[in-house]
């Protein structure tokens, strides 16, 4: 009974030993790989940087300048004795200059530049110039038609008839920009100011397309603003 006691206490011994080294075993690797991960992290990085030596231009004279002067010289100086003539000077691979890559990026960038101006310059050829106002136009809306101040540059050859207009109530000032062709057409017709009712500014916008203005010379877009009061309640 004792003996199996001292057994069974000797294996309790043993199994507590080998605990207690597996954790010492892990205490220690742990600190080991957290120690080797930290000296990793802050090791500083060394940088090497070699320079490259830059390609220098050879430059190449005839023998007979380094000789002292021209073959014609020489032979004077030796009483007219033709001078031999020495073999070409063997040149090395490499002794053609070639453009830096800065040279050849300006190239490329003023190359793209002139094709940006071209086609610029293509897109607005033939194109008319937008110019100043050629004045102002300003008309009063009554029942009894319609008063129009004319305080332009550039004549009025034609203004198509007023429109009949009908509205409940007392519209306000409609304003809008006109666009005149060199031919005296207007192009386009912007409204800067509704009057409130739509049946009033579409009609207004139509009877402004149909001005005619005196032509001009020139390849030129000239621009006036005009301006509708109204009186009476309709006009």
Do not use: C, H
Not at 183 to 190: D, L
């Amino acid at each position: 009974m004792a003996k199996e006691e001292s057994l069974l206490e000797k294996g309790l011994y043993f199994l507590t030993a080998l605990v207690i080294n597996l954790i010492l075993f892990t205490l220690l690797s742990a600190y080991l790989l957290f120690a080797r991960l930290s000296y990793e992290v802050n090791r500083p990085i060394t940088l090497l940087l070699e320079e490259i030596p830059r390609e220098e231009k050879v430059i190449f004279e005839k023998r007979t300048k380094r000789a002292g002067g021209t073959k014609e010289k020489l032979e004077r100086d030796k009483g007219g004795k033709p001078v031999p003539s020495l073999p070409p000077v063997a040149t090395k691979s490499g002794d053609v200059p070639i453009a830096s890559k800065e040279t050849a990026e300006e190239s490329i960038l003023s190359e793209i530049e002139k094709k940006v101006k071209s086609q610029k310059a293509e897109a607005t050829q033939g194109k008319p110039n937008v110019s100043e106002s050629f004045g102002e136009l300003s008309g009063v809306v009554s029942r009894s038609g319609v008063d129009l101040t004319k305080s332009v540059t550039r004549k009025i050859l034609y203004i198509p008839p007023f429109p009949k207009l009908r509205a409940t109530e007392l519209p306000s000032t409609f304003q809008a920009k006109l666009w005149v062709e060199p031919s005296g057409r207007v192009s386009k017709v912007e409204v800067l100011k509704r009057s409130g009712v739509p049946e009033i500014d579409s009609a207004l916008v139509q009877l402004l397309r149909g001005i005619k203005f005196e032509p001009i010379e020139g390849n030129i877009i000239q621009t006036g603003i005009i301006t509708f009061r109204f009186k009476g309640g309709e006009g």
